[in-house]
C-alpha cells in the first residue's frame, strides 16, 4: 500500500543551548575600533585614541569587513 502525504511526520525541536550560551546569544554584540592616529576615518565612522563603541547591528557586513581589513585600526569584538 502506498503511503499518502497526509501522514504526519515527526518534528525535531532544536537542541537547546547550555544556560551560559543561551545568556551569550541574548548579548548585544559590538566592535570597539581605536586608530593608530587622531582623525582617522574609515566606514562613514571618525576614530582616534579612545575606543569608539559600534553595535553590529549598526553596521552592514561590508563595513564591518572594511574595518576589521584596516591595519590603521585595532578592532575587537564583545559581548555586553
Known amino acids: 500500500m502506498a503511503k499518502t502525504n497526509d501522514e ?3 518534528t525535531q525541536t532544536p537542541p537547546e543551548l547550555p544556560p551560559e550560551a543561551a545568556a551569550e546569544s541574548k548579548k548585544e554584540q559590538y566592535l570597539v575600533v581605536t586608530a593608530s ?6 566606514a562613514g565612522y ?3 585614541k579612545e575606543p ?3 553595535a553590529l547591528t549598526d553596521l ?3 563595513q564591518v569587513a572594511m574595518l576589521k581589513a584596516e591595519s590603521m585600526l585595532f578592532v575587537r569584538e564583545v559581548a555586553e
Request: charged letters at 45%; glycine letters at 12%; aromatic letters at 12%.
Open 37 to 42: 592616529r587622531e582623525g582617522f576615518r574609515r
Open 46 to 48: 571618525a576614530f582616534g
Open 60 to 62: 552592514t557586513a561590508d
Open 8 to 10: 504526519k511526520k515527526p
Open 52 to 54: 569608539v563603541r559600534l
